[in-house]
Nanobody
Framework: QLQLVESGGGLAQPGGSLRLSCEVS????????VGWFRQVTGKAREGISC???????SYADAVKGRFTISRDNAKRTVWLQMNSLKAEDTGVYYC???????????????????WGQGTQVTVSS
């Protein structure tokens, strides 16, 4: 059964950094894109970053220039390096495996049939 497990969340100060990991138990991991989404309390879940099977990346405007997504197909792992964190980055972060090798347009949730359980990120002084 395909599983995604996020880790690395926690508490960070404004301006600080965190690195999230997403381990995927999928023998076909290198064939598919993986995305990161987040849900802030009271708001809809939003897509923030995606990486294709070949390593091309895309970002939502809210995180562009601050977050970096990367992957290692041999380790079946995707990371999200989050720098210059802001209070508004607080939320539950999810990784998700796409049904496609490319990211598509607009971080559409229905392109991602497999999801992790989420990891909490809190940015506060």
């Amino acid at each position: 059964q395909l599983q995604l497990v996020e880790s690395g969340g926690g508490l960070a100060q404004p301006g600080g950094s965190l690195r999230l990991s997403c381990e995927v138990s999928d023998v076909s991991f290198d064939e598919y894109a993986v995305g990161w989404f987040r849900q802030v309390t009271g708001k809809a879940r939003e897509g923030i970053s995606c990486i294709t099977n070949a390593g091309s990346t895309s970002y939502a405007d809210a995180v562009k220039g601050r977050f970096t997504i990367s992957r290692d197909n041999a380790k079946r792992t995707v990371w999200l390096q989050m720098n210059s964190l802001k209070a508004e980055d607080t939320g539950v972060y999810y990784c998700a495996r796409s049904s496609y090798p490319r990211c598509g347009y607009g971080f559409r949730s229905y392109d991602y049939p497999y999801w992790g359980q989420g990891t909490q990120v809190t940015v506060s002084s």
